[in-house]
């Protein structure tokens, strides 16, 4: 059997479902299951944006509201938490919720397909801007996994910045916390005593690793953003399923006198923001890593685990020289004298890849922290994405640099680099070559020659092995050009050049 109870917090009052298949998404549990067709499906992928709701949880007393892809998203994934669909915007009386106004007022819906998903990641926006007033680019980023094929988006925009100055309406928080909390303290009570549910979803580290080392063959999903299109898309099923987000410990970020250690299950918003919290250079770099409610959702440890040659993360976090905390239940003696003791080991990121999305993770393993250094006075740092779209898509190239200069002499070189090999790589031949030289053209035309035949790309429906080839050097040109305070244009560096 794959199917157990879900409850969650919608309408006023929680929803009991007493049967609902582990393998089954939150779009149709939403369309099929509670005939809630106002959510609609596009892709099925996550990149159009047209299924988007919202999910609330409690954080600290308050709730936090986070829109994310229904279709992706297993129903199981929200247990415990508030939801809110594009049915839930008007009041009892019909009376139109701010976001409604002003895209009626705004002429901000055409053929209106899209516009229920549009209308979830604006009342996201609304709910956690509380009042305040919206910028054009919090609306961008708001809206950066929505997609309108009718090309409406200036008056989606207008609607984004003009639902602020309607009257402020305010949702009553309290009874939906109180809500939550009861939901919480039920779940961690049935996980305790439930340790061979198809959907298992521990509440803390010890729990998560003793399941795992019970059940080595479970699919582990640490967001879902990739496992729901296993799902969507190539109709896989799994007898058993591990959610390592609601472990506590795993979604903290914990400060320390030489880095900070982001938790596995912190998401990709969450651990962006502390990323650009010290280095503020990345942010437009990882304002491009999908779209807003992917990073909602997925979490940093997934993307790092799934090890898509072509994962965004990765490249960045190699050149920042991280390392991960990997850890497992280790059981000594039996019966009633058996002993159970968390064990970990350390390992450099680029040393955590074996082949194509493949990886040294035991079977009765997890990631469980990312430890990023702190950035230094003397750093210099950029990230790069190569893509057909600007926005809302997937690198073809991503190279990342960090250098220390002191009196214009590269003390030390990192740098990482996606879409060129089976895993992400460290580009080290280029490192070497320019370690304790002067940051000037020379060195930066020898590292360009030294990157291009490092690595050995292959062609994909995304470029060809030779435009990556080509490609790849020119990034270091334009860092060379911006650390010199030139801006440099990608169509001038790449005149010529063809995917």
């Known amino acids: 059997m794959t199917q157990q109870p879900l409850r ?20 149709d549990l939403l369309r099929e299951d509670l005939h809630c067709t106002g959510t609609k499906e596009g892709c099925g992928e996550g990149d159009c944006g047209a299924c988007t709701v919202v999910v609330g949880e409690e954080k600290e007393g308050a709730l936090h509201y986070s829109a994310v892809n229904s279709c992706i998203r297993m129903a199981h994934a929200i247990d415990g938490l508030a939801l809110w669909t594009v049915e839930d915007l008007a009041a009892p009386g019909g009376e139109l919720h701010p976001v409604q106004e002003a895209l009626l007022e705004c002429h901000a819906s055409q053929c209106g ?4 998903g549009f209308a979830m990641s604006l ?8 009042g305040q007033p ?25 609607a984004a910045q003009a639902m602020q100055k309607r009257p402020i309406q305010v949702l009553d928080e309290a009874p939906i916390v109180r809500a939550l909390r009861e939901l919480k303290a039920s779940a961690a009570t049935a996980a305790t005593h439930s340790s061979d549910r198809p959907y298992l979803a521990p509440t803390n580290l010890h729990d998560l690793l003793s399941a795992r080392s019970a059940h080595p063959k479970a699919q582990v999903i640490a967001g879902g953003t990739d496992v729901g299109l296993w799902v969507t898309k190539m109709h896989q099923r799994f007898d058993q399923v591990l959610d390592t987000t609601r472990a506590a410990e795993l979604r903290q970020i914990a400060h320390y006198p030489h880095h900070i250690a982001i938790g596995a299950a ?15 250079q990345l942010k437009p770099f990882l304002e491009r890593f999908a779209g807003l409610p992917v990073r ?13 040659p072509i994962g965004d993360s990765m490249p960045l976090l190699i050149a920042l020289g991280v390392s991960l905390v990997l850890m497992r239940m280790v059981t000594t003696g039996k019966g009633k004298s058996a002993r159970q003791t968390i064990a970990h080991r350390e390992i450099c990121l680029e040393d955590f890849y074996t082949g194509y999305r493949k990886n040294l993770l035991a079977a009765d393993e997890l990631l469980a922290w990312i430890k990023v250094p702190h950035a230094t006075p003397d750093e210099w740092m950029r990230a790069y994405k190569v893509s057909k779209r600007k926005e809302d898509d997937i690198s073809a190239v ?8 002191v009196d214009g002499v590269v003390q030390s070189a990192s740098i990482g680099a996606g879409g060129v090999a089976a895993t992400p790589m460290r580009a080290r031949a280029t490192e070497a070559v320019l370690q304790g030289k002067p940051w000037n053209s020379l060195s930066v035309q020898n590292a360009m020659d030294t990157l291009r035949d490092e690595f050995q790309p292959i062609s994909d429906m995304r470029a060809s092995a030779a435009y990556r080839s080509t490609v790849l050097p020119h990034l270091i040109q334009r860092f060379w050009l911006e650390s010199q305070g030139q801006p440099a244009s990608l169509d001038a560096l790449f005149t010529g050049v063809s995917a």
């Open 134 to 158: 919206v910028s054009r680019h919090q609306a961008q980023t708001a809206l950066s996994g929505n997609l309108c094929r009718c090309t409406g988006y200036r008056p989606i925009l207008d």
């Open 123 to 130: 009342f996201g926006l609304y709910q956690n801007c509380q």
């Open 266 to 280: 912190v998401t990709l918003t969450e651990a962006f923001a502390a990323l650009t919290a010290q280095r503020p």
């Open 8 to 27: 969650f917090f919608r309408r006023g009052e929680v929803v009991t479902l007493s049967a609902v298949d582990s393998n089954r998404t939150l779009l």
């Open 398 to 405: 991503c190279l990342a640099l960090r250098l220390t200069l």
């Open 113 to 116: 397909f899209c516009t229920p």
């Open 296 to 308: 909602n959702a997925g979490t940093l440890g997934g993307n790092i685990a799934n090890g898509s």
